[in-house]
């Protein structure tokens, strides 16, 4: 693992998922613009959530590291679950 | 520099990545603090984000994304050893950098204006709600911002020492890790932006 390989990601590439980020923020912004109630939350949630999946995949290179550094950022991500989510089951049941 | 220097890149990357996860966590509260209070003060938080203005927040979003897709160019620019490029790829992001922030200036002295800043008259008038959600759209836009400005200045800093040649194809761990925060920051923005400007 120490044997770091550098792994190249290609201009187009790279731009393949700029040109999808800015797909997604277009269709963030046109769900919010009609009235979907409380769906409009959880459908922009969900395209934020894709987008910065796309940015640590490819823009971080996240995708191409080894075990350890995904172990770690399952581990952040779990960890602001866990923070989140109970904050919630005292708030919602209070 | 040739010869044997003591470099751990590695060690150097997963540095980046917990300093990194503290932002995370950072940020993370910050949004959890805007979710509690969204929960409690609904009306008055749709209230404060229609005052926010969509189509500037919307071109916002798009400079950042520009501007991490520029920063990770570079990664590759240097990379395959192309200097020049990198180094005009780097100024691309710091542009935009600039460009968000002018936007943001614009955003902010509009609220200035109409009386909307944290601990005004305006506000204290108004329904506590509406205090809450503005304090928390300065702070974390403001923490942000204070971001993007760290960023701009760190991966100037870069900048010069690609041009001067300390970084290169074999020594490029500064420059990736740079671009790394840049894209935390292009992170923190993909969810203040639905949050702040579409949601509500």
């Known amino acids: 693992m120490d044997q770091h390989q550098p792994h190249i990601v290609s201009y187009t590439r790279l731009i393949g998922i700029w040109l999808a980020l800015l797909v997604l923020t277009a269709l963030t912004v046109a769900i919010t613009r009609v009235e979907l109630g409380g769906y ?31 172990w770690l950022l399952f581990l952040a991500f779990v960890t602001l679950a866990v923070f989140i989510g109970f904050t919630f089951f005292d708030v919602l049941y209070r | 520099m040739s010869g044997h220097e003591h470099r751990d890149d590695y060690g150097a990357k997963l540095g980046m990545w917990l300093f990194l996860f503290t932002e995370l966590l950072l940020f993370g509260g910050l949004f959890l603090l805007y979710a509690v209070y969204l929960k409690r003060y609904p009306h008055e938080f ?81 329904p506590p709600g509406e205090s809450v959600f503005f304090s928390l759209y300065f702070l974390s836009t403001g923490i942000h911002g204070l971001h993007v400005v760290i960023g701009a200045i760190l991966l100037g800093w870069i900048a010069f020492k690609v041009r001067g040649g300390e970084l290169h194809a074999g020594n490029n761990i500064l420059l990736e890790n740079g671009a790394l925060y840049w894209h935390l920051v292009d992170l923190i923005w993909i969810f203040i932006f639905p949050l702040y400007y579409l949601i509500l």
Do not use: D
């Not at chain 1, 999946?53 to 823009?59: H, K, P």
């Not at chain 2, 601990?119 to 008038?125: C, D, P, R, T």
């Open chain 2, 46 to 126: 749709a209230t404060g984000g229609k005052q926010l203005n969509w189509v500037l927040g919307s071109v916002n979003t798009v400079i950042l994304l520009t501007s991490s897709l520029a920063a990770a160019m570079a990664v590759t620019a240097i990379q395959r050893g192309e200097a020049r490029r990198t180094v005009a790829l780097l100024g691309g992001t710091i542009l935009c950098a600039a460009g968000f922030m002018a936007i943001k200036y614009v955003e902010w002295s509009s609220k200035f204006g109409h009386g909307i800043y944290p601990g005004s008259e305006h506000l204290k008038a108004g």
């Open chain 1, 40 to 70: 409009k939350v959880v459908g922009a949630l969900a395209v934020a959530c894709a987008k910065a999946g796309l940015v640590i995949a490819v823009f971080m290179h996240m995708k191409y590291e080894g075990v350890l550094l995904r």
